[in-house]
């Protein structure tokens, strides 16, 4: 019988052992597919460690545009003896293994429900170059060029692909064609292709962009007009710290060749952040970027920045928690540790990116707010969204745009001033003081940064009703918060339900993915993804014009439930939660099954 | 106690060439111990930048926490200051000198503050040749919380509890000569004459200038048994060289005699004077100045002076290649790259 033809709707996953140059071989798979005008959506799962361990690459195509990881594996690519019983096991019914036939496959890997393709990767590798690191790096383009031609990929946009990247080397292009011939002519000889599975020219990427968000956000904050970056090496924000370094030496250099910007690995993520709250003190726009265990590590330092006022952006790319946790897989689990970051009453401003168009957008939006409310500003990110390759509308930027560095006083405003400067005097009720910058002025501006009890006037003080009238105003400031950061972002009209569904950052893929699964089955469900906290006035409404909301996050505890019931002093009973919290992404499969047993409704 | 300090001055003291009299170097009126050691080390400060005729706005003080990181509310009171977290002073200094390197950055710290909690930022302020002073105001013992040993307490040192110290002591000048510190001198709180000029001095490097500066600990640590109390530091004290510092422009007045003396110019044309009172003494060789700082402890001496300087020190922004224009001041035409260039950008992720 003939397999039904499914078009532009499926899941490639590619099993390689990490360190063997795998991982830009697939990219350029995935690449191609985009450019062929097919939404896709890669992710990488790969392990703590450089060489060795078994890595996944795994491409959803979705003609649909459904950027959301998706359960089932079309065809399975698997180059990686350790993992392959795994591999085999994770196939589909009715979907294709694809393997190094260069040695038999034992009995015990043959599955009767899948199909097995066996390509002689390593044997036509060995035949064909002498050397085994060359061996080991075309092997990948022979198996990249079979799996092209099993699923119609077109051949010449793989090839313009492959010469872009390696155009610094344009020595490499002409063995890299010919692997790739090598897997092509070996399946066109021996195999029926295309597959039932298979791709089709479309143009449903219109001007989109294929980045990850943590190069979305290192140019980001070039464009906001950070100058000194701090860090400390770790996964998964490293790379946006690599990504600015690489962007400013390109954007950032003036006519003597010097730097416009100060980048400094740090001794440790105490040190980074403590280096971001000097520059940012001393007038420069400073940033750093870590994970949940530096966010741990620079819980004291956020607690001055809250209490001394000073402007911080920090980047957190989540993943795996707690302690060391899974470093290299996802989560969001580090909501309630910033939220309320550092010891006292403390509560900082948080932006939730969902794709790296926003996460662009919002380091740029969060070197305003830390100015304009002179606290420190966290964009929580996660290791999926920040370093897998996402389909995201291209980053934007309106040249007349200007900064807003907030409320701070030049020389000319303090030679003017007849009354004395007060550093934490709220001059016109929003709860926001003017600072200066040291060097400023001679006679006039000076005052002394601590993080103990101050007056108006920044000096030091125990007394109740000083301490008081300060951390009450901080209170006040955290409304005007509420009026400035990112409104929620709703996808219907009017509401239609008396469900609604609450989702923020990555999980929003599969959540307006799951929208419309439960559309199909005719259960229409009103949505809001909340992009900031402090939450937005509209977000209480929407909470209260439902009946029942279903938050869904990628956490054990559902932590962001818990912010809102206890920000918005709601009934527990009221939000139901959906969570996730493997170090996969979410799948909108996973959530449409959680929220129908979680209602039970028993849709058909 | 008085609690509010007296604003009036000794009409014979002059302002100096920029303008300023001596008292507008002064801070607000100290509220440590009656005969701290810190006080005096205030005080050198206030002497030392009316001296060398500094802009007070052109400094920036930065402490951690501790006694000693109380003491930046004493001077300067026209300078922006920074009473950080515990141990973390260095980075707050690196940033702010990241952000402006055309202020001079000053930060106080004490042996608790730097030997212990902050001995990570310390050791790689050093190893970035940051552009700054560090003092730690270094009396072996913790005052906040009443008298306990710090990591600088000598071996058998009894503190007022009566308990001799029985750990190693971490010798700071020592280590941050070990690290390749640009700039190491040690001195006492006790002697002005040698720890103004040696403070200017640090003020005109341009790198890591590190001061040590015995200051006993008047309540808690100046004991009989203490190493680190003024008649035991009085006593044990060995002075490498008297030191002179001469800034830029300036004319030298005093004659130094001729084979007796040693110059060390500095970056910005500034000379320090040293007179040799050990012989043999080079400061800018650090294999010497190891040499007899170890000689020296194991004499049980405290060896105090310039201990070496690199004249040739470069420091971080140098290092980094940062614009001559602090980065602070960069408007934001110099740094956004506009929308054209963004949609190249995003070509090249189509």
Request: hydrophobic share 35%; proline share 5%.
């Amino acid at each position: 019988m003939e397999k039904e033809i499914i078009v532009n709707d499926l899941v490639v996953r590619f099993a390689n052992v990490n360190g063997t140059g795998s991982a830009s071989a697939n990219e350029m798979f995935a690449k191609s597919i985009f450019r062929m005008g097919i939404p896709v959506t890669p992710k990488n799962i790969f392990p703590s460690n450089i060489q060795g361990l078994p890595t996944w690459y795994e491409v959803r195509i979705s003609e649909k545009g459904h950027l959301g990881r998706r359960a089932g594996i079309d065809i399975l690519v698997g180059v990686n003896p350790q993992s392959l019983k795994r591999d085999i096991e994770s196939v589909s019914p009715g979907g294709y293994f694809v393997y190094d036939s260069s040695k038999k496959l034992h009995e015990e890997f043959i599955r009767a429900d899948i199909n097995y393709i066996g390509i002689p990767m390593i044997k036509l590798a060995m035949k064909h170059y002498p050397i085994p690191r060359l061996q080991q790096l075309l092997k990948n383009m022979i198996y990249v060029g079979a799996v092209a031609t099993l699923i119609d990929l077109e051949l010449d946009v793989l090839k313009g692909v492959i010469a872009e990247q390696f155009s610094a080397k344009p020595k490499i292009i002409p063995s890299n064609y010919q692997a790739l011939e090598l897997g092509i002519n070996y399946v066109k000889e021996n195999f029926k292709y295309p597959l039932n599975v298979r791709i089709k020219r479309c143009d449903n990427n219109g001007d989109s962009i294929l980045i990850d968000g943590n190069t979305a956000c290192g140019l980001g904050a070039i464009y906001a007009g950070a100058t000194v970056m701090a860090w400390y090496p770790i996964t998964p924000s490293t790379s946006v710290a690599k990504a600015f370094e690489s962007y400013c030496k390109k954007l950032r250099i003036d006519e003597d060749g010097k730097k416009k910007y100060a980048f400094v690995q740090a001794e440790d993520e105490l040190a980074a952040i403590g280096m971001v709250i000097g520059a940012t003190w001393n007038g420069a726009r400073a940033f750093t970027a870590t994970s949940g265990p530096g966010v741990s590590l620079m819980n004291e330092f956020i607690g001055l920045s809250y209490f001394a006022e000073i402007p911080v952006v920090l980047i957190n790319v989540q993943r795996g928690g707690p302690s060391t946790g899974m470093p290299t897989r996802t989560q969001q689990a580090d909501l309630i540790s910033s939220a309320y970051a550092s010891h006292g009453d403390t509560k900082h401003v948080l932006l939730f990116p969902s794709s790296p168009a926003e996460c662009f957008e919002f380091t740029i939006n969060a070197f305003d707010l830390a100015d304009r409310l002179q606290t420190l500003v966290m964009l929580i990110s996660d290791l999926d969204l920040g370093m897998n390759n996402h389909m995201s509308p291209p980053l934007a930027w309106d040249d007349d745009k200007k900064y807003d560095l907030g409320k701070v006083f030049s020389a000319e405003d303090l030679e003017e001033m007849k009354e004395d400067f007060g550093r934490y005097l709220d001059v016109d009720g929003d709860a926001i003081p003017y600072r200066t910058i040291p060097g400023t002025h001679p006679t006039k501006g000076s005052f002394f940064t601590r993080g103990t009890s101050h007056d108006e006037y920044a000096k030091y003080s125990e007394l109740g009703e000083v301490y008081l009238r300060n951390v009450d105003r901080l209170s006040q400031k955290w409304e005007t918060a509420k009026t400035l950061v990112p409104e929620p972002e709703f996808y219907q009209k009017d509401n239609r339900s008396n469900i609604g569904l609450l989702f923020f950052g990555t999980t929003t893929y599969a959540a307006v993915e799951a929208m419309e699964l439960f559309e199909e089955e005719g259960l229409m469900i009103d949505s809001i993804r909340v992009r900031a906290f402090p939450f937005h006035e509209q977000i209480g409404k929407f909470i209260e014009q439902h009946e029942q909301i279903i938050v869904v996050e990628q956490n054990r505890d559902a932590q962001f439930r818990t912010l809102l019931i206890n920000e918005l002093e709601l009934n527990p009973s009221r939000l139901i939660s959906v969570v996730n919290y493997d170090g996969m992404p979410i799948t909108a499969q996973a959530i449409q099954s959680g929220i129908k047993e979680k209602l039970s409704l028993g849709i058909s | 106690m008085s609690y509010i300090k007296p604003t009036f001055h000794h009409p014979s003291l002059k302002p100096n060439k920029v303008g300023y009299l001596k008292k507008d170097y002064r801070g607000v009126i100290s509220t440590l111990c009656a005969g701290c050691g810190h006080d005096s080390i205030s005080g050198a400060i206030v002497q030392a930048c009316y001296e060398i005729s500094l802009e007070p706005h052109k400094l920036a003080k930065l402490s951690g926490i501790g006694c000693s990181s109380k003491t930046p509310t004493y001077f300067l009171s026209n300078s922006h200051g920074f009473n950080s977290v515990h141990g973390r002073m260095p980075s707050i200094t690196t940033g702010a000198n990241m952000a402006n390197k055309d202020l001079i950055y000053l930060g106080i710290s004490g042996d608790g503050d730097t030997a212990s909690i902050g001995m990570g930022q310390f050791v790689h302020a050093i190893r970035r040749n940051l552009n700054m002073v560090y003092i730690v105001m270094n009396n072996g013992c913790y005052g906040l919380t009443k008298g306990q040993d710090s990591a600088t307490a000598d071996f058998g040192s009894v503190s007022k509890e009566g308990n001799a110290n029985p750990y190693q002591a971490i010798d700071l000048a020592g280590l941050a000569l070990e690290l390749n510190a640009t700039f190491v001198g040690r001195s006492f709180s006790g002697d002005k004459n040698q720890l103004v000029p040696m403070i200017k001095a640090a003020i005109s490097h341009p790198g890591f200038a590190f001061l040590d500066v015995i200051s006993p600990c008047v309540t808690f640590n100046n004991t009989k048994g203490s190493t680190k109390s003024y008649s035991h530091v009085r006593d044990h004290i060995e002075v490498t060289s008297s030191l002179d510092y001469v800034p830029f422009e300036e004319e030298i007045t005093i004659d130094y005699p001729e084979g007796e003396s040693a110059k060390v110019e500095l970056f910005d044309g500034s000379k320090i004077h040293l007179s040799k009172l050990a012989p043999d003494w080079n400061p800018t060789d650090r294999f010497t100045a190891v040499n007899r700082l170890h000689d020296a402890k194991s004499k049980g001496q405290i060896l105090t002076g310039l201990l070496y300087i690199n004249p040739e020190s470069k420091d971080l922004h140098s290092l980094m290649g940062t614009s001559d224009k602090p980065l602070n001041q960069i408007k934001q035409k110099d740094l956004c790259p506009g929308s054209t260039k963004l949609e190249e950008i995003n070509n090249e992720f189509r």
